[in-house]
């Protein structure tokens, strides 16, 4: 699972579908004899341990590859890296600050290898999770227009990259884009998204007319300098009390201030709650990927016939 994009939307259905039945069932002993390899190349706290509790949760084991103690330091290769650690598991969740370095990474390793976020190019599994918080939350399936705000480091952050790839698949949302300073998308990213669906904004004037509001944080580990956000942009009870009574506000985390802590508890503040069920997506990411697809939940009827008319 290296990028969104080569997803279909009937796969993704099945995955949630599936997340839900692991949500409600005893944990499955599957995996006794499965490995999953975690390989991060930058700090991760719930990518990292969600697939951890997921894979253990599947009865499967987990290694740890630390980066700070391998031989990398000995001066060995990404190849050789790579080509080793292949040997030691059956799949493998792998995160590296540079772009394209995970697919560089599935070309070595002749197993499953699922993209744990490369540099600002793409996050498919946070994505996916952001979307079935969606799904859960909001028809995207009936005929309505919703309307979906990212606020905040559009450049690098590789969450919103993949979902927005993944929004494009729903003729029905309409994205909204609020950059903080210095943020805006770059010619890279205007090139990837579907410009017709997108429009750029420079203010929370109109926060009203939003349902979905994703959030992100100043990604100061790939820029040069800091910035503050600005007070404006702050999400706060203030102008929580504009937003609408059913929408979902969301955020991958961590953040930093871009939401302030005294909205938490407000129903509509998915960022914790959603967390949640990033161990049952990743279970059924797993299980996709390791199994057959026999082992599937069927996708609902009415969401095939949905589906269908794309
Ligand atoms: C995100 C990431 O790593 O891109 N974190 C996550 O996996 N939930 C978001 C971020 O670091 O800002």
Redesign the pocket.
């Known amino acids: 699972m290296l990028s969104v994009k080569d997803l279909s939307i009937k796969y993704i259905i099945n995955l949630f579908e599936k997340s839900i039945y692991y949500k409600s069932v005893p944990e499955p002993n599957l995996y006794q004899n499965k490995i999953l390899m975690n390989i991060f190349f930058?700090p991760?706290?719930?990518?990292m341990l969600s697939f951890e509790s997921a894979m253990y949760k599947l009865g499967g084991k987990v290694i740890t590859f630390n980066k700070d103690i391998s031989s990398i330091n000995k001066g060995e290769t990404f190849y050789d890296t790579m080509k080793t650690l292949s040997s030691y598991a059956d799949i493998f969740v792998i995160?590296h600050p540079e772009i394209d370095k995970v697919q560089e990474a599935q070309k070595i390793i002749n197993k499953p290898v699922i993209n744990?976020?490369d540099g600002y190019g793409e996050?498919p599994t946070?994505a996916l999770l952001d979307l079935f918080t969606i799904y859960q939350n909001i028809n995207i399936f009936d005929k309505n227009q919703y309307n979906i705000l990212f606020v905040g480091?559009i450049n690098k952050?590789?969450?919103i990259h993949s979902l927005i790839y993944l929004l494009e698949n729903f003729p029905t949302i309409k994205i909204y884009l609020l950059p903080y300073d210095g943020c805006h998308p770059d010619n890279f990213l205007l090139n990837k998204f579907d410009l017709n669906n997108i429009t750029i904004i420079n203010n929370l004037e109109n926060i009203d007319i939003f349902d979905v509001i994703y959030y992100?944080?100043y990604?100061k580990e790939r820029h040069n300098n800091n910035i503050d956000i600005p007070k404006e942009l702050i999400l706060d009870s203030n102008k929580l009390k504009k937003i609408k009574q059913n929408a979902i506000i969301m955020h991958?985390?961590?953040r930093n201030n871009e939401i302030n802590s005294e909205i938490d508890n407000d129903s509509r503040c998915k960022y914790f709650t959603q967390?949640e069920d990033g161990v049952y997506l990743r279970m059924a990411i797993i299980n996709s990927l390791i199994n057959s697809s026999s082992e599937y939940v069927d996708i609902k009827k009415e969401h095939l016939f949905e589906i269908s008319k794309w």
């Open positions: 930058e991760s706290t719930r990518t995160r744990g976020g996050h946070q480091d952050s590789r969450t992100t944080r990604q991958p985390l961590p967390l």
